[in-house]
């Protein structure tokens, strides 16, 4: 026998091409690249796939995830989502279920901790593997480290476990987005992705990453139309309490889920001038229109305990009700939130912190005019203000400055007709006292 047979592919003895060898060399043109290399023989062909599918296997540690299936998963969510909610979690699931049938193009999943990325990604996985297709599951920062680990492992060489990750029949990478972001990490991430992507080989990846968050090269791979397919899911966490509405954890809408539009005070049985209730009156009534079509943005502005908080809130648990995420924030909190980003012990970036602030479906802004008008906040008042205002982002606003009294560049945008509807409540505060001049309509 030739000593250059490898002696792992032995094959059928009874084969009329390698003749129990495994392997032989392919009639090929002197000028072609394979010439002269040994090729695994068709006898041995199923033996290496089934050795290829037990490997990846065991690195996938599958054996753990075998009970999230398509089966197990609730394709409608849990109680009290919202049709949005609903919505997201079906078109995910429906998209899970297509491409582990198919096994074609990549798929990127997207959305929040705990809301089913990585049940469908290992229901994707056990259903390829279920039908015979080599599939390798694996979280990234796992990925990493099995790299890392291959520079000292005695069994395998870091060249060898690289092509076996990259060059996987089917590869999942759950949690993108998780590890740590070191320029090696960074380095080889993409080039598994570059190489799958060149190669047009099945992926899926789910992440809690917004796209523009993603390192550039890679999000340009994971961004092509052509070969991705994106589902984002819009669902809570699943873990958390039954009676939580799915808002982001910015939001202090579950401080006011009292303040509603049947607890809203008209304030009739109260002597007060009627010019001044009918301004209440139009107040509540554009709130309610807001609320069943948000479009454009709604400024409320009065004095201190007039109602205004009230009204927005309002706004935004019936929007929350309806499953829709909003996001409630009182504006001195928001700018802290963000400061708090530059400490070294944050989990999140200053960047993605913002941006998941000025991109939100339906942005309530409570309390303008009582932050500190220092030039950062008011260029990051700016920022956020100009976003929304040429994107028309849906956008409630309270403040109980008159509208000359605020920075001139927001008020620009406040006093866009075209855009905004500008409320003005001329009631006094409900303990009966203005701590403020009334503003000007």
Known sequence: MDSSQPKHLIGDPD???????????????????????????????????????????????????????????????????????????????????????????????????????TH?????????????????????PDLLDQLRYSYSDEEVTFEDR?????????????????????????EKLFQILNFRYINQLPLVVTTNLAIEEIEGRMRSRLSDPEIVTYVRIYAPDHRRPFDDTGQHELSSLSIHGHQTFGTF?????????????????QAFKAAQTFAEEPKGWLVLMGTYGCGKTHLAASIANYRASHGFPVMFVVVPDMLDHLRATFSPDSMIS???RFDEIRTADLLVLDDLGTQSMKPWV????????????????????????????????????MGDRRLVTGVGITTPSYKGKTTRRRPKR
């Open 15 to 117: 084969c009329p091409h390698c003749q129990g060898q495994g392997y032989l060399r392919a009639d090929l043109p002197i000028d072609h690249p394979d010439f002269g290399h040994l090729q695994i023989c068709t006898c041995r062909q199923v033996d290496v796939h089934e050795r290829m599918h037990a490997r990846l296997f065991r690195m996938s540690q599958l054996d753990e995830l075998q009970h999230l299936t398509f089966d197990s998963f609730n394709p409608h969510g849990r109680v009290g989502l919202g049709p949005q909610q609903q919505e997201s979690l079906e078109r995910a699931f429906n998209q899970a279920h297509t491409f582990s049938e198919q096994v074609e193009g990549w798929l990127l999943i997207q959305g929040g901790f705990g809301c089913g990325k």
């Open 120 to 140: 469908l990604a290992a229901a994707i996985a056990n259903n390829a593997v279920g039908n015979g297709i080599p599939t390798l599951f694996l979280t990234v």
């Open 162 to 186: 690289f092509e076996q990750i990259r060059s996987a029949p089917l590869l999942i990478l759950d949690d993108f987005g998780t590890q740590s972001a070191t320029p090696w990490a960074r």
């Open 265 to 281: 005070n008209l304030r009739k049985d109260e002597k007060l001038p009627a010019k001044d209730l009918k301004t209440l009156d």
């Open 350 to 352: 200053y960047d993605r």
């Open 378 to 413: 008011r260029e990051k008042l700016y920022q956020l203000f100009n976003y929304r205002y040429n994107a028309s982002l849906p956008t409630v606003i309270t403040t109980a400055d008159a509208l000359e009294e605020i920075d001139p560049r927001l008020r620009a945008r």
